[in-house]
């Protein structure tokens, strides 16, 4: 049974530091993602992980201040969010893929498995 559960999300003040967690299980995955979504808005893509190889991608929005990891010993992904900013607020969802893809996929339609989703929410 595939499992992906999020963790971490919270209330914080512009400028804070946030780590999120993702507990993927239950199969071997090729990718692992993060994507939020906040009030109103489309599900939008942040950071994905290449699984074995460890190779990311962030979106522009999020580069230089968020740094998707993984850690595969504990089935683990990592969303580590720094300078957050209230635009940051949204549920940020985990999702995870065992297809095969030449680039690190970065559209919702990639991933089969998705969590629950955890709230961030940034004041300013």
């Known amino acids: 049974q595939v499992q992906v559960v999020e963790s971490g999300g919270g209330l914080v003040q512009a400028g804070d530091s946030l780590r999120l967690s993702c507990a993927a299980s239950?199969?071997?995955?090729?990718?692992l993602g993060w994507f939020r979504q906040a009030p109103g808005e489309e599900r939008e893509f942040v950071a994905a992980i290449s699984w074995s190889a460890g190779s990311t991608y962030h979106a522009e929005s999020v580069k230089g201040r968020f740094t998707v990891s993984r850690d595969n010993a504990k089935n683990t992904l990592y969303l580590q969010m720094n300078s957050l900013e209230p635009e940051d607020t949204a549920v940020y969802y985990c999702?995870?893929?065992?297809?095969?893809?030449?680039?690190?996929?970065?559209?919702?339609?990639?991933?089969?498995?998705w969590g629950q989703g955890t709230q961030v929410t940034v004041s300013s």
């Open positions: 999702a995870a893929t065992s297809r095969y893809f030449t680039l690190l996929p970065r559209t919702s339609s990639a991933y089969d498995y």
């Open positions: 239950g199969r071997t995955f090729r990718a």
